[in-house]
């Protein structure tokens, strides 16, 4: 079972925000082009950041708490997955925090819901 530790953990990051979407309808997962577009250059980044630091020995998981599928470079599937699954979960608490407080987070609220 503890093979499924990092799944289970993204899992529940993902069972705990679902509210915000359907409970406060802050339509982030409506609006993917535009979480993709913020995500991407982030998503690029790290990806690479882990793959270059499993190549040089800096970095390595554990495979009794991965499911020990892995992509090219030796990265975990999980490991991938965590670079979308993360900032979805942020970019649903932001748009929650905006959606109860009126906060406008530096764009106005008409903007938002392109």
Not at 30 to 37: E, I, N, S, T
Not at 90 to 113: H, S
């Amino acid at each position: 079972m503890g093979h499924l530790t990092y799944l289970a953990l993204l899992a529940g990051c993902l069972v705990l925000t679902a509210p915000l979407e359907l409970v406060l309808r802050v339509r982030v997962y409506a609006r993917w082009r535009r979480f993709l577009l913020a995500v991407l250059p982030e998503f690029v980044v790290f990806v690479g950041w882990v793959l270059y630091a499993i190549a040089q020995g800096h970095w390595r998981y554990d495979a009794g708490r991965t499911l020990g599928l892995r992509l090219p470079g030796g990265i975990p599937v999980e490991e991938v997955l965590f670079f979308v699954v993360v900032p979805l979960c942020a970019v649903l608490a932001l748009e929650a925090v905006r959606k109860v407080t009126g906060w406008d987070a530096g764009y106005p609220a008409d903007e938002a819901d392109r």
